[in-house]
């Protein structure tokens, strides 16, 4: 059965201190590892999709890379706005290429 | 470009009453998906419509669970009769196709509480 464990469950960081979430995922045949981020009350926003290991994808204080048995979601010099619950989804072949999510990441930044 | 629509944003109903969630996809888009999101969980997939054809229902509760995609537009997902462990968020999303490179484009989601 395809596993998806993020870890930390909850992270606190001050205004500008960089740190990095993670993604483990245990599947057959990935077709891409999504990142999502989800503000209370919202549904989740699509940031990156990553298909390979070694791939990296950048948006603004956000960074995410890709190995061959997890992904990393880098944030740089974070602000108060950056709070909000990040997610990482799998997909894998088959006849749906449906996504299984992990539990996410509960990130708040202080200011 | 509208985004995906869903109603009612919040409901609440005793055990073992029905309800009924509606979502109104991108336009153009011809896949959708319905996902149960529990408290602190990750969203967990409950039904994926292909235009108005069902593609995966493997993790919809049968007993009490449909979702039709009528003229593979809008779709409606019902629960008859509901439990406590119901409650949830139940989010629709929407692709262009159901491909892996397509990204899914989620709605606001509906909070059901059941007393």
């Known amino acids: 059965e395809d596993q998806v464990t993020q870890s930390p469950e909850a992270l606190r960081l001050q205004e500008g201190e960089s740190s990095s979430l993670n993604c483990s995922y245990t599947?057959?045949?990935?077709?891409?590892l999504f990142w999502y981020r989800q503000d209370p009350g919202k549904g989740p926003e699509f940031l990156f999709t990553?298909?390979?290991a070694g791939e990296e994808k950048e948006k603004e204080r956000l960074k995410a890379t890709l190995t061959k048995k997890e992904s990393f979601l880098h944030i740089t010099a974070p602000k108060p706005e950056d709070s909000a619950t990040y997610l990482c989804?799998?997909?894998?072949?088959?006849?749906?290429?449906?996504?299984?999510f992990g539990k996410g990441t509960l990130l708040t930044v202080n200011p | 470009e509208a985004g995906v629509a869903q109603s009612p944003r919040y409901k609440i109903i005793e055990k073992r009453q029905s309800v009924a969630f509606w979502c109104n996809p991108i336009?153009?888009?011809?896949?959708l998906y319905w996902y149960q999101q529990i408290l602190g969980q990750g969203p967990k997939l409950l039904i994926q419509?292909?235009?108005?054809?069902?593609?995966?229902d493997s993790q919809l509760p049968k007993d009490r669970f449909s979702a039709e995609r009528l003229k593979g537009v809008d779709s409606t997902l019902k629960i008859q009769p509901a439990k406590l462990e119901d409650s949830a968020v139940y989010l629709c999303?929407?692709?262009?196709?159901?491909?892996?490179?397509?990204?899914?484009?989620f709605g606001p989601g509906t909070r059901l509480t059941v007393t």
């Open positions: 336009s153009g888009h011809a896949t």
């Open positions: 999303a929407s692709s262009f196709s159901r491909l892996a490179q397509d990204e899914q484009y």
């Open positions: 989804a799998v997909r894998v072949g088959g006849s749906n290429y449906k996504l299984t």
């Open positions: 599947v057959s045949g990935l077709r891409g």
């Open positions: 419509f292909q235009n108005n054809g069902v593609v995966d």
């Open positions: 990553l298909y390979s």
